[in-house]
T-cell receptor, first 114, second 109 residues
Framework: DGGITQSPKYLFRKEGQNVTLSCEQN?????MYWYRQDPGQGLRLIYY???????QKGDIAEGYSVSREKKESFPLTVTSAQKNPTAFYLC?????????????FGPGTRLTVL | EDQVTQSPEALRLQEGESSSLNCSYT??????LFWYRQDPGKGPEFLFTLYSAGEEKEKERLKATLTKKESFLHITAPKPEDSATYLCAVYGGYQKVTFGTGTKLQVIP
């Protein structure tokens, strides 16, 4: 079955820690995305990548970093510079970025700062 | 800047009571409008893509329609399992999709 997996499902972070969220896809999609979802707000784009070894900042990239070393993988690191990291994080992929290509989402990771 | 406004924020229906959800958008040149369903604590599930005014798509009890300013998601004879948050999103080019905040639908048996 093709799809997107995210791990872990729940993650707890202490103040000052960096944490990394995993995202893997086996859909052979070129483009991958990271969104943040907060109550009462639409999904906000953190980073996206159109191709291996290339990625672009989204609307709220400050305090986050990504890498794209493999087509299948797009991990997100939430750094200590992100002042309000508690949120639901969603990874998505699509055939490409340029075009009305539907995005397919993973199950999400809920990050809580202790 | 592209904008998407969904209404109502929440909708409570009796089982079998048909209704519509609205998605109003402002985009310089619409190239695609998407509908997703999201269950609590899960990622959004893709439902439809609409590309141009006048287009309609159906899936089971759901039908999505598109005009030049808005899209409707019609739910016919809903069942409790249709309860979810429905998200609308638009793509106007420039490699960015803009999402609305969603309509939370509750269908009561």
């Amino acid at each position: 079955d093709g799809g997107i997996t995210q791990s872990p499902k729940y993650l707890f972070r202490k103040e000052g820690q960096n944490v990394t969220l995993s995202c893997e896809q086996n859909l052979n999609h070129d483009a991958m995305y990271w969104y943040r979802q907060d109550p009462g707000q639409g999904l906000r784009l953190i980073y996206y990548s159109q191709i291996v070894n290339d990625f672009q900042k989204g609307d709220i990239a400050e305090g986050y970093s990504v890498s794209r070393e493999k087509k299948e993988s797009f991990p997100l690191t939430v750094t200590s510079a992100q002042k309000n990291p508690t949120a639901f994080y969603l990874c998505a992929s699509s055939m490409g970025v340029a075009g009305p290509n539907e995005q397919f989402f993973g199950p999400g990771t809920r990050l809580t700062v202790l | 800047e592209d904008q998407v406004t969904q209404s109502p924020e929440a909708l409570r229906l009796q089982e079998g009571e048909s209704s519509s959800l609205n998605c109003s958008y402002t985009v310089s040149g619409l190239r695609g409008l998407f509908w997703y369903r999201q269950d609590p604590g899960k990622g959004p599930e893709f439902l439809f893509t609409l590309y141009s005014a006048g287009e309609e798509k159906e899936k089971e009890r759901l039908k999505a329609t598109l005009t030049k300013k808005e899209s409707f998601l019609h739910i016919t004879a809903p069942k409790p399992e249709d309860s979810a948050t429905y998200l609308c999103a638009v793509y106007g080019g420039y490699q960015k999709v803009t999402f609305g905040t969603g309509t939370k639908l509750q269908v009561i048996p």
